[in-house]
C-alpha cells in the first residue's frame, strides 16, 4: 500500500488549496479514505473522510470535523485512484501538515503528509 500526498504549499487567509493523494497497492474503490492533519506541537486532528463506492449509490458518505465544515470538501476519483481535498476560506488555525490515511486489512497506512502554512 502506498499514498503519496501532494499539493500543499503556503497561502494567504482566506485562500484556497486542493490536496490531492496518489493510492495505490489495494482496491482503492471499496476503501473508506480519511484525510488528518497534525498542526505544529500538536496531535493528530481527524479533518474529514469518505466512504467507499457503492454499486448504484447516488451519494457517498462524507464527514468532516466541526473546524472544517462548510470550507472543506473531500472526493475521489476511483478510476484513476486518488483522493483529494478542496480547502477553502483557509485560516491561520488550518496551518498542518495533512496526511492521507487507509485501513486496509486491518492495517493503518500513512503517506508522507504535505504542509499547508497559512499566513499573511
Known amino acids: 500500500v502506498q499514498l503519496v500526498e501532494s499539493g500543499g504549499g503556503s497561502v494567504q487567509p482566506g485562500g484556497s488549496l486542493t490536496l490531492s493523494c496518489a493510492a495505490s497497492?489495494?482496491?482503492?474503490?471499496?476503501?473508506?479514505m480519511t484525510w488528518v492533519r497534525q498542526a505544529p506541537g500538536q496531535g493528530l486532528e481527524w479533518v474529514s473522510s469518505?466512504?467507499?463506492?457503492?454499486?448504484?449509490?447516488?451519494?457517498?458518505?462524507?464527514l468532516y470535523a466541526d473546524s472544517v465544515k462548510g470550507r472543506f470538501t473531500i472526493s475521489r476519483d476511483n478510476s484513476k485512484n486518488m483522493l483529494y481535498l478542496q480547502m477553502n476560506s483557509l485560516n491561520v488555525e488550518d496551518t498542518a501538515v495533512y496526511y492521507c490515511?487507509?485501513?486496509?486489512?486491518?492495517?493503518?497506512?500513512w503517506g508522507q503528509g504535505t504542509q499547508v502554512t497559512v499566513s499573511s
Open positions: 469518505i466512504g467507499s463506492w457503492d454499486a448504484g449509490s447516488i451519494s457517498r458518505t462524507r
Open positions: 497497492g489495494f482496491t482503492f474503490s471499496t476503501a473508506a
Open positions: 490515511n487507509v485501513v486496509y486489512m486491518t492495517t493503518s497506512y
